[in-house]
């Protein structure tokens, strides 16, 4: 087929006419699909149905301890010891949380506006005008918090390897008002982007002008691969050791993909520094976390080799429906021009990049059409997709038979957006 670009007025407005036909035809359907938010599908939440009755009347961790009772404030030394294998890390640099690592993020960054972290010089809030960069596009909620905690948002592009490093490195060595950035190194949300080890060196090694800048490490999707080949990230601690920036990087990770988002274990992994700064606030905080959700997660995934085979587990689900996006979106898109599309060996999201200035439209007509999508710009600082062109699908929660639907509804609102855009250019 001949790329949007290269139709002249009349061919375009004749594919006009046949894709708004097409869209109607969809709208006739009173479809109502939301393909909006990284959720696992009901039958990945019942790859852990065992913890619904775990972990019965075996309440005593391996030590002896009761876990029914109040203690054990950075989680049980198994738990820990799981984390420790999961993140290559050792169990005294983890802290065990509650149920989100989000919340654990938060916390960190709360803490450090009033109190300050280790290398810095008192609480950040009154520092003046702090920053915080965003690789976009990137997690929304992420930037949200950084947004709510008062940071200006800096953004700075995704590239295939990683965030743009040499832009980073610029940017933190000028400016002391930048304290950390925000990244999801592995099978990255939205793009699928496992950084690669340089990128990792050079964020462990660059010059700061901000003693404390920190790292917010987020491995959300450290074991969550969609083919038999897992990428290989490298480990962030030991190269910020190595570089001496020990105290740079705060690695969180969760089971919320794993078991139930909401009713997971989420962790921290740190310099024994961080740790100890995190403990003596956490000990104000709480008496203990939920030592029987941590013993309940044991049983189900009881050492790193159970967890991946759990995954395996999870791939075998979800993975037809990423096939099932790259079908489609091939079928209705290749060689029109109208867009370009990652195809993510895990995680949880495709993102999909079309004509500058056309996501939102697009975006728009789908929702007309009674499909939803993640509104164009939720990836980006502040909600703002600078050239309008980003879209970011999440295949796990509908049914193959609605991404099927969902995927031909976005192609022709892909199409058709980019196609008026081409008839207003004239
Ligand atoms: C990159 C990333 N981090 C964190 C989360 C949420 O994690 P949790 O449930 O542990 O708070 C998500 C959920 O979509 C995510 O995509």
Redesign the pocket.
């Known amino acids: 087929m001949q790329t949007v670009s290269a139709m002249d007025q009349s061919a375009l407005t004749a594919k006009e006419t046949d894709l708004t036909a097409r869209l109607a035809e969809f709208t006739a359907q009173n479809l109502n699909l939301d393909m909006t938010?990284?959720?696992p599908c009901t039958a990945q939440l019942d790859l852990s149905l065992s913890l619904l009755s775990a972990p019965g009347r075996h309440f005593n961790a391996a030590d002896g301890s009761d876990c029914r009772n109040y203690g054990g404030l950075d989680g049980l030394p198994e738990m820990k010891a799981l984390f420790a294998e999961l993140l290559d890390t050792a169990a005294e640099q983890i802290i065990v949380g509650g149920?989100?690592?989000?919340?654990?993020?938060y916390d960190a960054l709360v803490r450090a506006k009033l109190f300050g972290v280790p290398d810095g010089d008192g609480p950040w809030t009154h520092q003046g005008n702090l920053k915080f960069l965003c690789p976009s596009p990137g997690?929304d909620?992420?930037f949200a918090i950084t947004e709510h905690l008062g940071f200006e948002l800096i953004p700075v592009d995704m590239t295939a390897d990683g965030p743009d490093i040499q832009r980073i490195e610029e940017l933190v060595a000028a400016d002391p008002g930048i304290r950390g950035i925000w990244c999801?190194p592995k099978y990255?949300?939205p793009t699928g982007v496992t950084y690669a080890d340089a990128i990792v060196k050079r964020l462990a090694a660059m010059p700061t002008a901000a003693p404390d800048f920190r790292i917010i490490w987020?491995n959300?999707?450290a074991e969550h691969h969609l083919t038999g080949e897992a990428d290989a990230l490298l480990n962030i601690l030991p190269e910020c050791q190595r570089a001496g920036h020990e105290n740079r990087a705060l690695v969180?990770?969760?089971?919320?993909?794993m078991s139930f988002?909401?009713a997971?274990v989420?962790v921290m992994a740190a310099s024994p520094e961080n740790i100890a700064d995190a403990k003596q606030h956490l000990a104000m905080q709480t008496i203990g976390p939920d030592k029987l959700n941590q013993l309940r997660h044991l049983e189900l995934l009881p050492n790193l080799e159970s967890v991946r085979a759990h995954m395996r587990h999870h791939a075998e689900v979800i993975k037809p429906k990423f096939d099932a996006v790259q079908r489609i979106l091939h079928r209705e898109l290749d060689g029109t021009g109208a867009a370009t599309w990652t195809n993510p060996r895990g995680?949880?999201?495709v993102s999909l990049d079309t004509g500058d200035g056309c996501a939102r439209n697009a975006v728009r007509l789908a929702a007309q059409a009674g499909v939803k999508f993640t509104a164009a710009g939720a990836p980006f600082p502040y909600g703002r997709d600078p050239r309008d062109r980003n879209i970011r699908i999440a295949p796990t929660f509908p049914t193959l038979e609605e991404i099927e639907t969902a995927m031909q509804v976005l192609a022709t609102c892909v199409l058709l957006a980019v196609v008026r855009q081409g008839l207003r250019a004239g």
């Open positions: 938010r990284g959720k149920n989100s690592s989000l919340t654990l993020m997690y909620r992420h999801v990255s949300n987020d959300a999707y969180f990770a969760s089971t919320s993909k988002p909401g997971g989420a995680g949880y999201f």
